[in-house]
């Protein structure tokens, strides 16, 4: 874009400055537009395909949270890892990180302990003293 271009006389000369402007803005715009489509057919969620936690998982983000509330105190994330029958560091994934999702089963438990804990109850069905 050169000024002498936009230097010729005339009384709207101003115009074309604005509108040629406006028309890089515009190229510039659908690029990042074409290029964040491309990027989200590239996340999108294919039939069958597990989902990612994130904004699209709700349920799942509110879940971790309050289990995270529930691991105060030394060991208990240890005791839960192995109700789940996982490892430590892949709880750290599901719940602190939220990198991870459960499959369907620890899920289902991990929140049937979660009601467990609120009540003050041991999944056995003891009542736990340390509250």
Request: proline letters at 4%; aromatic letters at 4%; glycine letters at 6%.
């Amino acid at each position: 874009m050169s000024i002498s271009r936009y230097a010729r006389p005339g009384r709207y000369w101003y115009i074309d400055m604005i509108n040629d402007s406006l028309v890089a803005l515009a190229q510039e715009s659908a690029r990042r537009r074409a290029r964040e489509a491309k990027l989200r057919r590239r996340h999108e969620i294919r039939k069958g395909q597990a989902l990612r936690p994130g904004g699209d998982t709700p349920l799942w983000n509110a879940l971790a949270l309050a289990v995270k509330a529930q691991l105060r105190h030394r060991g208990e994330k240890v005791r839960l890892a192995r109700l789940l029958g996982l490892s430590r560091q892949r709880l750290h994934l599901l719940i602190v990180a939220q990198t991870a999702c459960p499959d369907a089963e620890r899920a289902l438990l991990l929140q049937v302990w979660l009601q467990a804990r609120l009540l003050s109850r041991d999944l056995a069905g003891q009542v736990n003293p340390a509250k």
